[in-house]
């Protein structure tokens, strides 16, 4: 579990453009190879001496809330460009009061059956009676019963 936790804290993340660890810490992980074979980071600190070593330490610590800034912004880019993307694939459907619809079967995970794939996925119709907001609506069916709220993007207008 250790190794693993190492292995993520240690990984460098594309939407932060920094690793949890150097975040936390202001400074890259020192990696267990690097004491067996010196990379040239670990030569250069150890040939330094303690007041240098100190102030570089007071630099990284100082110089930590500017990268953490960093990663915040770019965090929000990709995040912002990620929702653009999703959002052009998504399509809003609105229902007015009166408009028959369909509404998806929720599938169960015992139900699952051989052949079932060539089932119907949708039941109704149904008639929209509210209209809330959020994209949530109550309908009715037949017999009168009224079944909701539901998210409108469980739904799909019925056209007879």
Known sequence: MKEALWA???????????????????????????????????????????????RLCLEELESLDEKRLESQQSLECDQTRLSRSFNKRV?????QVGDQVFV?????ITSRQYGEQFSVKWNGPYVVR?????????????????????NGKFMKRYYP
């Open 130 to 150: 509210e209209v809330y907001l959020s994209c949530a609506y109550k309908i009715v069916d037949s017999k009168g019963l009224r079944i909701g709220p539901i």
């Open 8 to 54: 993520y804290r240690t990984t460098y993340r594309t939407s932060t453009q920094a690793t949890l660890y150097s975040l936390a810490y202001g400074v890259e992980a020192v990696l267990p190879l690097e004491h067996q074979i010196p990379s040239l980071r670990l030569v250069i600190q150890e040939e330094l001496i303690d007041e240098e070593n100190a």
């Open 104 to 108: 998806v079967k929720r599938p169960t």
């Open 91 to 95: 399509h809003l459907r609105s229902f």
